[in-house]
């Protein structure tokens, strides 16, 4: 059933430039459904013009999708679409008018991976002495491309960090290059060199698609002409974590015509600057900007109001109040641990037990960052007995299926399969076409899920369990050379000798508890909803730690990413939100930071 109340019907009726502030549990994906719903049924769209409605994960994108199907009782279906921002400007805008870039280019391709734009550039060459050296292929080593060190700029900005502004400068990753080691005129030379060779062979990341959309649209005034036609509504889901060039192509299309455009996020929920994520950008339009309409959903339909009060700790004071409707407030809604050097994994049954007591079977561990998360799965320090990556990949696939994630487990070992069946072709698009052509092949990821199920056991020790895959994967795909997983043979500063002899399991354990609570960072369960979750904080105060002094707001400003990472943790759970701290932090600073009603767990009860 669909609750409306009045902040919903407002963005339910607004039309034009719209930007939709929706607190966690708000039912916002359910109420973008609904809009697309409305608009259906008073006939502003169809016939062959629809909604294009677009998020930031494929996993959103099916959410959308799964709302809507509930509420209408059919898939959403052509003329709408669904799918990635990334996805929409490949397929609308970047594929289909690359053309007009230049004619001299090869069928353009989007990037899984951007380190087939380094290797397009590395050679090998016979020196003086007749031995067999790596190398740059011209003109990289030319005196215009060579940076303060007289080495290649290659070597210090590889071609796969190169990005381009919507300014059109030239960056790396976003940053500036350094004035003491290279040139800003050989550096700008060095990219266009760069940039000029990827776009002609029709290699393009996901990044440069998005650059090129933008130039499009600039110069081709009728493809946002066709585009406004085709799509005369379009509403993008988590636009929290929208790009600066992102904002600028679907700032570009309004400008060009574009009526109706919806942004709709949580600012406080943008987890992503390391892609690019600007959550400023869209506070600023909703702040400020009075080309928008800003709306607000403060409903919580998920959590109780303890739960809602403790993650609204690191809002500014000025934010509207998220309110709980609808949910239970229960005996033991907030439990806290204390954790010691050695009882990581008495607390973990602990809250194992307490969900499966309570029947909390949606539930999720959760740290920040990998060395916490290793240490809460039991793992030593990193091993590598392996020169390739190839192992580490089958184990990670192996372990999706264990968990249950078998769709993208099959994606895994499907990706990993093709280059050892087909390991005479080089040719990148030629590999990712069998790839796409597979995956609709039934006997194919029947196969798949076969090696899946059979793969050797992790209670091998490493070098057996080498040994034995080796041969297997030769076997199941019929291949006529002997498979390679370059295993290590003398000790060095990533391999002990004693681990050859130990189990794979003890270095690369599966991701979940016990009792199959999964074990996993913050970025994992954004946009989920759990019946409960622990989160670990960290003990030491560092750039990538969580720790009990960040949950708070004293300065009044716009947060963090590391505050807004907890406020993504601590407001999934509808039920229960387990935290668990360092036992430096005293029951006072417990209780004064989170109230009288928490339960804090003693150590003798664990």
């Known amino acids: 059933m669909y ?18 502030n929706a607190c966690p549990g708000s039912g916002k994906t359910t109420t973008i459904a609904k809009k697309i719903l409305d608009l259906e049924n008073q006939n502003e769209i169809g016939g062959h013009s629809g909604v294009a409605c677009l998020s930031f994960t494929n996993s959103a994108k099916d959410e959308i999708n799964e709302a809507y199907r509930k509420l209408s009782g059919k898939s959403l279906q052509f003329p709408n679409h669904v799918s990635t921002i990334d996805s929409f400007i490949n397929k609308f805008i970047t594929l289909p008018f690359y053309n007009l870039l230049n004619r001299d280019f090869n069928r353009p391709k989007i990037l899984d991976q951007t380190n087939i734009l380094d290797d397009m550039w590395k050679t090998t060459y016979i020196d003086r002495n007749g031995k067999m050296q790596d190398g740059l292929r011209r003109p990289l080593n030319d005196p215009e491309y060579k940076a303060k060190n007289n080495r290649s700029i290659f070597h210090l900005y590889p071609p796969s960090e190169i990005r381009i502004e919507p300014n059109g400068a030239f960056s790396i990753n976003g940053n500036q290059p350094s004035a003491d080691k290279v040139d800003r005129a050989n550096f700008n030379k060095y990219c266009q060199l760069i940039k000029n060779k990827q776009f002609t062979k029709g290699l393009i990341s996901t990044g440069d698609s998005a650059y090129i959309a933008l130039h499009l649209l600039k110069n081709n005034p009728k493809i946002s002409k066709w585009l406004s036609l085709r799509f005369p509504f379009i509403i993008i ?145 990193e091993q590598r007995p392996w020169n390739v990556e190839l192992p580490k990949s089958i184990i990670y696939a192996k372990n999706l299926y264990l968990s249950g994630d078998i769709k993208n487990a099959i994606k895994e070992i499907r990706t990993i399969c093709i280059p050892l069946i087909h390991s005479d072709n080089t040719d990148y698009h ?34 057996d369990w080498t040994i034995k895959t080796q041969v297997f994967l030769k076997e199941q795909l019929n291949l006529n050379y002997d498979v390679d997983f370059n295993l290590r043979n003398r000790k060095s500063k ?113």
Not at 500 to 517: P, R
Request: proline residues 3%; glycine residues 4%.
């Open 237 to 381: 889901d988590e636009a929290q974590d929208n790009s600066i060039m992102q904002h600028a192509i679907f700032e570009e299309l309004t400008n060009q015509g574009l009526n109706n455009i919806e942004l709709i996020g949580d600012p406080y929920q943008s987890l992503y600057e390391w892609r690019d994520a600007n959550p400023t950008e869209f506070l600023r339009k909703y702040d400020e900007d009075e080309t928008w309409q800003s709306f607000d959903l403060t409903d919580n339909r998920r959590s109780p109001q303890n739960i809602v009060d403790v993650f609204s700790k690191v809002r500014r004071q000025e934010d509207s109040k998220i309110n709980s409707v609808g949910c239970q407030e229960l005996e033991e809604s907030i439990v806290v641990y204390k954790y010691t050097a050695n009882n990581h994994q008495l607390i973990i049954k602990h809250y194992d037990d307490f969900c499966s007591k309570n029947k909390y079977l949606n539930s999720c561990i959760v740290v920040r960052g990998n060395s916490l998360k290793d240490l809460l799965l039991g793992k030593k320090s």
């Open 494 to 606: 990533y391999l002990e000798m004693t681990t050859l002899d130990e189990s794979v399991e003890i270095h690369f354990k599966k991701s979940y508890s016990a009792f199959n609570i999964p074990i996993t960072t913050i970025h994992q369960v954004k946009g989920q909803t759990l019946d409960s979750i622990l989160v670990f904080f960290n003990e030491k105060k560092h750039k990538d730690n969580i720790t009990f002094e960040n949950i708070s707001n004293t300065e009044n400003i716009f947060p963090d990413e590391t505050k807004r990472l907890i406020y993504v943790a601590l407001s999934r759970p509808k039920h229960l939100l387990a935290m668990a701290f360092p036992e430096s932090i005293t029951n006072g600073e417990l209780i004064n930071k989170f109230g009288e009603k928490i339960r804090i767990i003693e150590e003798n009860e664990l």
């Open 430 to 463: 030629s590999l990712k076409e069998i790839e796409k052509e597979k995956s609709i092949d039934p006997s194919f990821n029947s196969l798949m899920i076969t090696i899946l199920a059979e793969l050797p056991s992790f209670s091998l020790s490493v070098s």
């Open 3 to 20: 609750f409306e109340n009045d902040e919903r019907l407002a963005y339910l009726g607004a039309r034009g430039k719209v930007i939709l």
